[in-house]
């Protein structure tokens, strides 16, 4: 109410206001509701956590190899430089030849940059 | 010619570069080699003073009767500009005679006395480095310059009394000159500092053409001028200053004739006479000075009745001299002043010389006590000291008694208590009679008392005793009085340079003719006393006498030197322990070390901010931005 | 603008040479081939805008005072990879790749001595800033220098976001990030109508150029990361690295903020006087060398500020000119003996003037020069940057400060004299000089000592 009245026309905005009274405590009631009346019957076999039905195994915060970052930031920045082909390709005709030009210094650039990982064995997984 | 003049010091100076790097070398050329650049500069003053003497009258008129020659800029700055400048006039060019001439006799001389001594080489550098600076100080056209000489000769005197540094006593000797020197320098310098700071200029012209609107200022004046004799109290030995000289005997005989008889001790009188037109309006400095050269003039005279080394009297008598010389200008006589230097340099470099020759004689002994009788060993001698003393004493038609009583004939029609100094005046005038010839009597007369053989000096040594002896008979003939029918050469001569300060005061006594003669006559009894009195007492000296009573206290030299010692030096001691103690180890090297050391406590603490933690430096980060954004805000209301 | 794009394109020909060039020696001679090249390539720009000054979109401009800048920082870069290719391939594997990030600073480094828009600002201090993260750690095998770059990179971080965040406050307050246009200059006429958005983005900038200088008291990383990183870059990134920075922001303070100094003089007094103590007092202690020179390197960056403090002054222009040289040259020329070193504490130079003449008179005369002794340039140096701030007639009390801070240092440096010239002792040589390394640093005092006499000749 009170951060309602700082607005000119507090009163247009309160039947939303009952909308989420009414939403958010729809579902802490219906929440409570279910835990206070289902019957419970807890075996160490229920409190254990789902894993697609397999046993689970140690711990999952286990460090990786530093090779799935490298791919895996390799990837995101070759991917995210492929969105710059989307708004070339809508622009293509209005661009002309200096657009074209530039694109292919970038694609030349990411060529660039692909054969030095390439060489430099960035992808290999096996070393 | 008079534009030549620069080659007068510059002979002696490289007399001084040539012997000095030479010293090792050269052996005994090198005294010939000083004493030629002596000669050759004293050609050159001859020639300069011939030449002031002929040139016409009204360019001598129209100038004043001086000459400046400018060299070159000395120090050329925006706020400051002094040139390097010599002036010749009547007055400087007497003291070049007189400075190269005795000069050279005592150079003449001393290649004979110092021939056994291993320092020949470095000696004459020395006296030819003092004759250099003295030359200087009389040529400088303004007072920097002359202040340059005037160090100099300072530094020359000290090296030359120390010159057999191995006797502790003399460097001692040489180290109390230099410093009571140093002392008057600094009335000196802050006298300088005063006149630049008035009149933006340091040359004597500019300064004298200055005096009418400085005359305004009566106290500036007189605080100048009393700076000024302050300086010169300290290089003319006169009260309180004056315990040096008689210790400054130290040094080789030549170097007290020459330096601590002839010339240097003479610069304050120079220098005064130089600044004439300074105190000639500065009554009350002209008064100091007349009193301190009387009071001078008798306690001196007093402590050498009573000397038994032969050159602590002679000494002694040239501080009683200077006395004299200073009451000459205390009255603004600088004429007869100037007067009584040239006679007082003939016949004291003379006697010098002679006491010199004895010391010689008798190797190297200097108490007179043991000596006696040498009369018939040494007849040159004897003869030639005889008339330095009879000189000195005042006996007419000797030099000193010209200047001497034309000083005492200004001196009894100076004002009203003019009588008074006159009678004490005269008393030491018979004093000194009576101590020169006690000197003398036991000197030459009697039986000698002492070992060995004496025998008169080489004949080196005994011609610059006969050229001074003549000059000391004839040397009062350029100034004989009027009353004499004579024409007082050198009072015309210098007339011009002093024509402004006679303007200013008129110093030429008036005094009937009668009353001249009358006094001059009261003069030559006195002396007649003082030298009957060293006769009976001293004709057949007897050593055994002890002195007591007023005489033991004379001969104690009136306990000064003690009285230094307990009243400033002591304290000085004192004081400067107490500086040392608190001051300089507590609080100086306090703060110093303390700075240092919270420098090491503040430099251990600072590194624990250096943890290592990135949390750590991350926080510290913030508040350094919190920090700076607090300063800012703070300090600039935005 | 041809050194910008040759600077990038070498670094990316670097990266190549590591791939195609086998010897080490082919690769350091290639990277010296660059920086020859980019030498005669900022030159021909300097010839290029001599007359004109030219604008590139409204996001650089570039005038005879930036390619004259640029000149001089290529000519300093050019005497560092010179004196320490050699110890720059022996600092791991990946010799090319570090030439090539050597480059990229370059290209950081003049972008920020031409930008005229603060988004090249922002992109040249990350461009120059990103490198040297790498560059701290290349020594891979020693957890110092993993440890430094991590600290770099983390505080750096932080930095960016300040510098980013006063970017973003000055454009809410002008609507603009070009500092020629009229809204941007409009904005900093005069302080009382400036607004407060400003007057924040001012100070945060202010603190992350401090950050990027080493200024206390954001100068926490400083000791860890030079002492951390390999010896052959720590020289790079004290001198090279610091004084662009310096010159960016002189260009910011001056001509766009000058007129509103009195928004940002009292921070950056409080910064000077902080990094002078902290720098100088801190720097006493020290017993490693090498991290004598990093608290040396916090208390030089203090008198550097000075040229910053002294708004509309032509003598803080020259003075950072000659103090960004003649502070380079004497570090370069000091590390250049460091690293020749065992042993980098003070005890390990003893008896070094015995055994290794030449090195300890250049460093020597490179001391000289960091404690600001007069006939080498440091003194002039000094001098240009003090009377800068006497010349604007307030605040003189800083002065006379930095003065007696300046006779602290002389305590530390002078230790260093001391330790190779009066005390006895092996001086173990980790690498022996030859002749070529004696030459160019001879070379290198030679250039401190005629700045001594003709600092002239550093402002073109």
Known sequence: ?127 | MLNLVWLVPLFPLIGFIITGLGRNHLGKASGWIASLAILASFVVSALIFIELKTLPEDIAEHTTGSHVVHLFNFINTHAMQIAFDFQIDALSSIFLLVITGIGFLIHIYSISYMSHDEGFGKFFAYLNLFVFSMLLLVLGANYLILFIGWEGVGLCSYLLIGFWYKNIAYTDAAKKAFIMNRIGDLGFLIGMFLLYSKCNALDFKSIENMMPTLMNDPSYITAVALCFFIGATGKSAQIPLFTWLPDAMAGPTPVSALIHAATMVTAGVYMIARSNFLYSVAPIAQQVILIIGLATALLAATIATQQNDIKKVLAYSTVSQLGFMFMALGVGAYTAAIFHVITHAFFKALLFLGSGSVIHAVDGEQDIRNMGGLKKYMKITYITFFIGCIAIAGIPPLSGFFSKDEIMMHIFTHGTNGKIFWILGMLAAMMTAYYMFRLLFITFHGTYRGKGHPHESPALMTMPLIVLAALSIVGGFIGIPEVFGGHHALNAFLEPILLKSQALQTSIYELSHQNEILLMGVAVFIACIGITMAWFGFKKYNAADTTKGIAKFAEDKWYIDELYDKVIVKPLFGISKWIEKIIEKAGIDGIVNGVGRLIQVGSTKIRLLQSGLVGFYLFMFVLGIILLFALQMWLVKF | MNAIVLSGIWGVVMMFAGLFLKSSKQIQWTALLGIIALLVVSILDYQAHSVQAQTYFGMMTIDVYTSWFSILITACCAMYLLIFHKDIAAVGKNEAEYFALIFFVMCGVYLLASYSNLLILFLGIEILSIPQYILAGSDKENIKSNEASLKYFLMGAFSTGLLLMGMTLIYGATGSFDITSEKFVGQFEQLSSMSSLSFVGILLLLISFGFKVSAAPLHLWTPDVYDGSPTAFTPFMATIVKVSVFVAFIRLFHFSFGNVSDAWQIAIASMIVLTLIIGNVTAVYQQSLKRMMAYSSIAQAGFMLFSIFAVNSTLAYKGILLYSVVYSLASIGVFAVIIKMKDYTYDGFNGLAKKQPVLAFTATVCLLSLVGIPLTGGFFAKYFVLSAVVEQGKYIWIVVFAVLMAAISAYYYFRVIRSMYFKTGEAAMHTEPTTWDKTLLILNAMIILLLGVLPSLVFG
């Open chain 1, 1 to 127: 109410m009170i951060l309602l009245e700082a607005f000119s026309t507090p009163v247009n905005y309160f039947p939303i206001l009952i909308q989420l009274v009414l939403a958010i405590g729809f579902v802490i009631v219906m929440m409570g509701a279910t835990h206070l009346l289902g019957p419970k019957r807890k075996t160490t076999d229920k409190l254990e956590n789902f894993e697609c039905g397999i046993e689970q195994e140690g711990n999952a915060r286990q460090p990786l190899a530093v090779k799935y970052f490298l791919v895996a930031i390799l990837f995101v920045l070759f991917d995210v430089e492929v969105i710059f082909f989307y708004p070339y390709a809508i622009n293509f005709r209005e661009l002309g030849w200096n657009g074209f030009i530039a694109v292919v210094m970038f694609v030349a650039f990411f060529i660039l940059g692909f054969t030095y990982i390439i060489k430099k064995g960035a992808l290999n997984w096996e070393d």
